[in-house]
């Protein structure tokens, strides 16, 4: 049997463009002899529509979309993922569905069953429970249809979440074959952790899965394609791309094909991951060029690679903003940078305008010594120039703070934080280095006096990040256990961590919770980031111990 994967990259509520996708997907897959076409979950509106699903005419949009894509459709079907009305009396108003779309009709509609409710996933909210798994027949054999987390095993979730085992049932029921529409969002690690799980399927139920993602930037959430089909044995018989979309007709009858791993590092993964959020995102909101502040430092000369290559060089302007603290190699590593990425940089000193800013404040402030209000100026100065640039000249601005600072407040509210886009707000500072060094692989685009020189904001003479922050190598290891496990102070402290550093970092995190609530939406790429899975309230006194 051959089916088509239609790995899509839908916009979230642009009907009638994911419409076109899927069309000329499907086509593509019959003319290639494709016996069954699949697209990924919800490909009809974009994965997760969120309260738009509220809104009047989108259910009723999604049902004229079936219509008109069911009525392209001939002797091969599509099954195709989507919204629809819940016939359920209590309980949320809509259901997470597929529909198998034939010779011109709607003619069978599958409903999830299992909706994840934790870290980014809030699909009871949204959506009523399929009671029962369904499947359909096709050349002689029977397909058994399952989306997104229906085919999760416990073995790979965040605990025992549900009772129910749809490819088992399936299996049990005289399905042949399991074929999964899914929206799985990425993060570091994802794709082999979804290889080893769909295996485990494909072994548990003896049966070929067949197993279908979404690929693209939404917002925080990436989706990083890697469709695969496997045979009943576990071993794949395709692979698809990764952070790209792709529409291919499998055989699935053809035997095992073992191919290399899709990534050669997960620094590279990582890189592709964050380029991709950076593409979509200024893509579906209407942005088509960017701008940075460049430190000549290792976070912001990262942050401007990655938009370079998702933009393209000719799309990115940096700009440095020296003061009498800034040491000259960090204006030329910024001009390096420029230069080797091939971006436009200008430089815009802000001495001149420092001190205007302190006279003026003078008289407010006295003869009270200069301190952590002066550093927060400069920073805030710089903001003030980098958002007139992008009012100006429409580019967005990113931001370049990385996970560590933001987690402990080592950052300006309305200085550095200015912005549209938290580019490695997810990427702690050791994982910043590591993709750093995976850009410089072939040779210098990051200058190696960037990545090699101690860390510093240039706030103040001679300023190194440590004098404010434990090494990071240390402060990472713990910001991953206290934020990301969810460990006690206690728990760290006992896997051998000094009580006064656990102590201090997990009481920055908690009272700086007001800090991350107010930046940019970040690119997730780790289990847990600051941004739509993580939700703490900022008035609160519970001591995590």
């Known amino acids: 049997m051959k089916i088509g994967l239609c790995q899509l990259n839908p916009t979230i509520g642009d009907f009638s463009g994911n419409a076109e996708k899927i069309l000329d997907a499907y086509r593509q897959c019959v003319a290639d002899g494709a016996e069954l076409v699949v697209t990924p979950e919800l490909a009809t509106c974009g994965y997760p529509p969120r309260d738009l699903i509220y809104r009047s005419r989108f259910v009723p949009r999604t049902r004229e979309i079936l219509e008109e894509l069911a009525a392209a459709t001939g002797d091969v079907p599509l099954l195709v993922g989507h919204v629809a009305f819940s016939e359920a009396e209590t309980g949320p108003r809509h259901i997470n569905a597929a529909s198998l779309l034939r010779q011109g009709r709607v003619e069978r509609q599958f409903q999830k069953c299992l909706l994840p ?3 980014v996933f809030d699909e009871a909210r949204y959506f009523q429970p399929g009671e029962e798994v369904g499947s359909f027949e096709l050349g002689g054999r029977k397909v058994g249809v399952t989306i997104c987390e229906d085919i999760w095993t416990e ?6 979440l549900y009772v129910r085992n749809p490819p088992r049932t399936l299996a049990e029921e005289g399905a042949e074959i399991i074929v999964n529409l899914s929206a799985s969002p990425y993060h570091a690690g994802k794709p082999a952790e979804r290889l080893a799980m769909l295996r485990d399927v494909a072994k548990s139920t003896r049966c070929p899965v067949v197993y279908c993602n979404a690929v693209g930037g939404n917002d925080q959430l990436i989706f990083d394609g890697h469709s695969l089909v496997l045979d009943a044995a576990g071993e794949a018989v395709t692979r698809l791309a990764g952070f790209d979309e792709e529409i291919r007709t499998v055989d699935l009858d053809a035997g095992a094909n073992p191919e290399s791993p899709w990534a050669d590092c ?3 993964e990582i890189f592709e991951a964050l380029s991709l959020g950076v593409r979509d995102y200024l893509g579906k909101c209407g ?14 000369a990262l942050t401007a690679a990655v938009a370079a290559h998702a933009l393209g060089p000719e799309n990115v302007t940096g700009v440095t903003m020296p003061t009498e603290f800034s040491s000259e190699g960090s204006v030329g590593d910024s001009m390096a940078l420029a230069r080797n990425l091939g971006i436009v940089c200008h430089q815009v000193p802000i001495q001149t305008v420092f001190e205007a800013v302190k006279a003026e404040m003078r008289p407010i402030f006295g003869e009270r010594p200069e301190d ?3 550093e927060n100026m400069q920073s805030r100065i710089r903001g003030l120039i980098l958002m007139s640039i992008s009012n100006k000249l429409g580019h967005l601005l990113l931001t370049t703070g990385n996970k560590s600072e933001l987690a402990v407040g080592y950052c300006t509210i309305y200085g550095d934080m200015c912005g549209g886009l938290a580019v490695i707000s997810d990427l702690p500072k050791t994982r910043v280095y590591e993709v750093s060094r995976w850009v410089n692989r072939e040779r210098e685009i990051i200058p190696w006096n960037t990545i090699d020189k101690p860390p510093s904001a240039e706030l103040r003479p001679d300023q190194k990040d440590e004098d404010s922050l434990p090494p990071y190598d240390i402060l990472d290891a713990i910001l991953e256990r206290y934020v990301e496990r ?4 206690d728990e760290i402290i006992a896997d051998g961590y000094d009580a006064d550093i656990v102590t201090w970092i997990a009481r920055a995190v908690d009272i700086n919770e007001w800090k991350w609530q107010q930046a940019a939406p970040g690119i997730r790429v780790t289990t847990k980031a600051f941004g739509m899975g993580r939700r703490f309230p900022i008035a609160q006194r519970y001591a995590v111990r």
């Open 486 to 489: 969810h460990w006690s102070t």
């Open 155 to 160: 073995d790979y979730l965040p605990a025992k």
């Open 372 to 374: 952590v209000t002066e």
């Open 287 to 300: 942005f088509k060029s960017a701008v940075i502040g460049l430190s000549g430092g290792i976070d912001s």
């Open 117 to 119: 409710t934790y870290d």
């Open 266 to 268: 997960e620094a590279g």
